[in-house]
């Protein structure tokens, strides 16, 4: 509704007339089959209402915004203070008026004290500035939550993005590397790592710019990617994946998964020592859990290769994405780290 910008005159004019006719329309609502006094009417409802609403609209488009919110508190009070006195004033007259006009003395009740309506319309016309203060307040916290929304929106759109420009030079160099290798070593084997680096890119360019994707678009990249990269590693390092897929109707985050895959591969692969890669994809109902394992051979600081956004961003990320909707952990098992994240797609 708030984020509909478009839509939001229409539909706050909408409530503001749905609200004032409800108002005039009450009397008619609690009597009985007896059509009420219109004289009555006036008096007790639906001239106290004009002048709520004078009040209402007063504060609501320019009082507040102009004053209140800009502190000027002695201002806003002293204008406020100076509208009550004279629609006050001009109520007394229009009562007084009435009541010569249309009512008899033997139907006129015992007259109030001036003091009295004086008293009783100043506290009634608060009311409305009340509600208009209020009311502004909702309305520009909803905006605010809107604003905010659209930022963390933008937030995760820059954070893809960079996702993306870390994923394509350093993969495409590095593959093409590879693909270098093995053009004298295996042909075809070539050609076959020419073509899936072809679906991988294609995939990061054309099919992870929506908010979701289909987890098995997703998981297919991984797969491929995983087969690439593991062309790049000795025979040493064991690298196996098991991803579990019932539904293929599940939406996930594009790329929300590949942080981890990098950070495996960045870290558990040694030059001199044997090591041991593992992913598991699981998605079952509404749940999709994924697991990476790696033997740990941390890098040193001075270490600048790999890719990826890291683990810290990548908790960002879910943090925005999916709010109490996720679990993230990473722990060091021995000599292994591992790293979990669970999300609920719903």
């Known amino acids: 509704m708030f984020e509909n910008t478009r839509n939001r005159p229409f539909f706050r004019l909408s409530i503001h007339l749905f609200i004032w006719v409800f108002l005039l329309m009450f009397p008619y609502l609690l009597s009985s089959n007896e059509s009420p006094d219109l004289i009555r009417l006036l008096k007790f409802t639906w001239i106290p209402l004009f002048f709520s609403a004078i009040i209402f609209y007063i504060n609501?488009?320019?009082?507040?915004?102009?004053?209140?919110v800009k502190k000027r508190l002695w201002s806003f009070t002293g204008i406020n203070l100076l509208i009550t006195a004279v629609l006050v004033l001009?109520?007394?007259?229009?009562r007084d008026f009435l009541n010569a006009r249309y009512v008899t003395a033997a139907t006129l009740p015992k007259p109030w004290p001036t003091e009295y309506f004086v008293y009783k319309d100043t506290i009634s016309m608060l009311i409305p500035m009340i509600i208009a203060i209020a009311t502004r307040a909702t309305e520009k916290w909803a905006s605010a939550e809107s604003k905010k929304k659209e930022q963390e929106k933008n937030?995760?759109?820059?954070?893809?993005?960079?996702?993306?420009?870390?994923l394509q030079p350093h993969f495409f160099f590095n593959s093409l590397n590879t693909i270098y290798a093995l053009i004298e070593k295996s042909p075809t084997m070539a050609q076959e790592t020419v073509h899936g680096l072809s679906?991988?890119?294609?995939?990061?360019?054309?099919?992870?710019?929506?908010?979701?994707?289909?987890?098995?678009?997703?998981?297919?990249?991984m797969k491929e990617y995983i087969r690439l990269m593991k062309?790049?590693?000795?025979?040493?390092?064991?690298?196996?994946?098991?991803?579990?897929?019932?539904?293929?109707?599940?939406?996930?985050?594009?790329?929300?998964?590949i942080s981890l895959i990098e950070n495996a591969f960045k870290h558990g692969i040694s030059a001199t020592q044997g090591?041991?890669?593992?992913?598991?994809?699981?998605?079952?109902?509404?749940?999709?859990?994924?697991?990476?394992?790696?033997?740990?051979?941390?890098?040193?600081e001075n270490d600048k290769s790999g890719s990826g956004i890291g683990l810290v961003n990548l908790k960002k990320r879910l943090d925005l994405l999916?709010?109490?909707?996720h679990?993230?952990?990473?722990?060091?098992?021995?000599?292994?780290?591992?790293?979990?994240?669970?999300?609920?797609?719903?």
Do not use: C
């Open 275 to 300: 090591s041991t890669i593992r992913f598991e994809l699981k998605q079952s109902g509404n749940k999709v859990a994924f697991t990476s394992s790696n033997t740990s051979f941390p890098k040193n």
């Open 327 to 346: 679990v993230f952990e990473t722990r060091l098992d021995g000599n292994n780290f591992i790293a979990r994240i669970e999300i609920s797609t719903e």
């Open 322 to 325: 999916y709010p109490g909707k």
């Open 60 to 68: 609501y488009l320019w009082l507040i915004d102009e004053f209140l």
């Open 199 to 221: 679906k991988l890119m294609r995939y990061i360019l054309y099919e992870t710019n929506t908010a979701t994707t289909k987890l098995k678009n997703d998981v297919d990249f």
């Open 90 to 94: 001009i109520h007394l007259q229009i």
């Open 155 to 166: 937030v995760l759109h820059n954070e893809l993005m960079n996702l993306k420009y870390q």
């Open 231 to 257: 062309l790049r590693t000795a025979e040493k390092t064991e690298v196996s994946s098991s991803f579990t897929v019932i539904n293929d109707a599940v939406e996930v985050s594009p790329l929300l998964f």
